[in-house]
C-alpha cells in the first residue's frame, strides 16, 4: 500500500491533528490543577500502562482483525445460549489499528466517531453462516470488507467436541440439524472499536485523568453485555460463584410481568424444568438469580410468565419448554379434554388423544347411574 495513501483516507489528517490538540490540552490541564508531583507521576504510570496494554493490542491488518474475531468466538460460542434464534454480539473493547495494513475498501468504509477527544471507528464482525467469510460492517450497518474462511475450516467444531458420536449415534436428521442450528459459530458476533495508533498516546492520557482509579478499556468486559435496552427477555451475564450459577436475566424498559426460568440437560430432547418463577424489578432492567444446583451440564431459558394465549392456563412458554403443547389452541390433541386439565388433574398426555383415561359407568342407588373418570 502506498504511504501517501494515508493523505487520501477521510479523517486521517483530522486524526493526527487532533492528537497534539488532545496532548496540548491534557498538559495544560495538568499545569493548572493544584496538584502534587506525586500525583502527576501517578497519572503519568497509569497513562503508560495503558499505553503499553493498548499497543499489545494493535493490529496490523484485516487477517489479525479476523484472526481476533475468532478467538473471540470461540470463548463466547461454548457460553452463549444454543438456540437458533440467538445472536451475541459481544463488545470487545478498544483495539489500536495501524490504518497502513488495510484494504482502501475497510478504510473508506469506516464512520468516525470521537470517544475521549480521539476519533475512533466502530466495527462489527460476524460470519457469514453460508459462505462462512469474515464479514466487516460499519456502525451503520453497512458491509466495508470480507474475508473467505481458511482452508479446511470446520464450523462443526464445538458441536462434534460436545456430541463425537453425532454421526453415528441415535440422532436422526432432523435431530442434527437443529444441533447445527443451536451451535452455528455464526451465532456469535462481536463489536471493536478501533483506534489509530497514532492516538494511543493522547488515549491513554485521557483514560488516565479520567479517574485514579479507572480500569483499561481493553478487556474485563462483561459477560454477554448488551448494548443499550434489550428487545426482549435475555441473559445477558453468567458468572460460577462459591453458591453456585449466576445469571443475569434482562427486559424491555416497561416489562412488568413475571418471569419463568427453565433449565434442562439434553437439547435433543427438549424437555426443560421450571427452575423458577419470579417477579421482575422495575427500579432496573434486569434481576439475578442463583442456581445452587449440583454441578453439571445445564442450558437456561427464560419466558414470560403471564402470557397464556389460548387461555389454558399454561403460559406459552411452558407449553413450548415443558410440554410441548399448542399455545393457540387449549386442546392440542382434539380429545375433548384441555391440555391444563390433562397436566394438572388427569395426569395425562395432552399430546396424545389415545392417553386418556376410559370412561365407566358405576350405577348409584339413587340416581340409577353416573359418568366418572379413573385417573
Known sequence: MRPDRLSHWPGKALARASVAAIVLASLGALAFAAVTITSENATAARAKRYADGLTARTVSGVDALAALFKSQQALYLRISPPAPDFVLRQPCGTIPFDPNGFPDDFLNGLVAETNK??????????????TRETVFANIKGNEIHAVPAVAGYDPWWLLDTLYPDLGTGPYNSAQVTILKKCYDPAHVQITVTLLPVVSIPAYAVAMANESATASPDFGGVPLMQPSGQVSNLQFTAIAYTNGGMLLTLSYPAGFTNRVDIFTCTNLVSFWWNLAVTTNVNTSTNYIQWLDTSPPGLRFYAAGNADVDADHDNLPDDREKFMYHTSATTNDTDHDGLTDSNEVFNLHTDPNNSDTNPPTVWIVFPSNN????WLP
Open 369 to 372: 347411574y353416573a359418568k366418572v
Open 117 to 130: 477527544g480521539c476519533l475512533v471507528y466502530t466495527v462489527v464482525i460476524a460470519e457469514d453462516p453460508t
